[in-house]
């Protein structure tokens, strides 16, 4: 089993829909967790982060965390073919020091 | 502010042959790490470091060195390429806890091991 799971997709969703994104991870000690875009030929960069079960909203965003079913999703509202993207999972170790990483979930958003 | 920088952006090598990816961040952050991503795959650690002076291993280091005499730079030297070195090189840095945690990227170097 790996240790952070997304599904590779491509998921396609229509633009202004609402695009759902999951990541199950395995080490019961995580506390943090992250959500990545990475645009294809570019590096990384933050989305969300959450660290309590329930969910956290920003923007469009919204991420939600369930400790004990160890998963943690991101929800895209009203969906932009600019959200198109590889959305990567990451999740700390019990040190904090690392993040495990997801192979990532592209979604493709359709006009 | 720079953010993080790498360079160089693009290279090809021959098997056997060595180099030094450089890293630099101007944020004052105390954690850099070093990751290769494969295509369709994630990112997967090689080397991480908790402040200068202070290096360790991440999930592949087999192949790699890195160092760490400041706070700024983070190299990674690659010896005795080979093809399965072949991949896209981030550095990143991080501000770790609490509410603000987040890892900057570099925009990467593309290696070819030929």
């Known amino acids: 089993q790996k240790e952070v799971e997304q599904n590779s997709g491509p998921l396609s969703v229509p633009e202004g829909a609402i695009a759902s994104l999951n990541c199950t991870y395995s080490?019961?000690?995580?506390?943090?967790f992250f959500w990545y875009r990475q645009y294809s030929g570019k590096s990384p960069e933050l989305i969300m982060s959450?660290?309590s079960n329930g969910d956290k909203e920003d923007g469009r965003f919204t991420a939600q965390l369930n400790k004990a079913s160890q998963y943690v999703s991101l929800l895209i509202r009203d969906s932009q073919p600019s959200d198109s993207a590889t959305y990567l999972c990451?999740?700390?170790?019990?040190?904090?020091?690392?993040?495990?990483w997801g192979a990532g979930t592209k979604l493709i958003i359709k006009p | 502010n720079a953010g993080v920088t790498q360079t160089p952006k693009f290279r090809i090598l021959k098997i056997g042959q060595s180099m030094t990816l450089q890293c630099a961040q101007d944020?004052?952050?105390?954690?850099m790490y070093w990751y290769r991503q494969d295509p369709g795959m994630g990112l997967k650690l090689i080397y991480y470091?908790?402040?200068?002076?202070?290096?360790d291993k991440g999930e592949v280091p087999n192949g790699y060195n890195v160092s760490r005499s400041t706070t700024e730079d983070f190299p990674l030297r690659l010896e005795l390429a080979a093809p399965s070195q072949t991949s896209v090189y981030f550095c990143?840095?991080?501000?770790?806890?609490?509410?603000?945690?987040?890892?900057?990227f570099g925009p990467g170097t593309r290696l070819t091991v030929l």
């Open positions: 990143a840095s991080r501000i770790a806890g609490g509410s603000t945690d987040t890892q900057y």
């Open positions: 944020m004052n952050h105390n954690y």
């Open positions: 470091s908790v402040g200068a002076g202070i290096t």
């Open positions: 080490d019961r000690g995580s506390q943090s």
């Open positions: 959450i660290y």
């Open positions: 990451a999740v700390s170790k019990d040190s904090n020091y690392q993040l495990i």
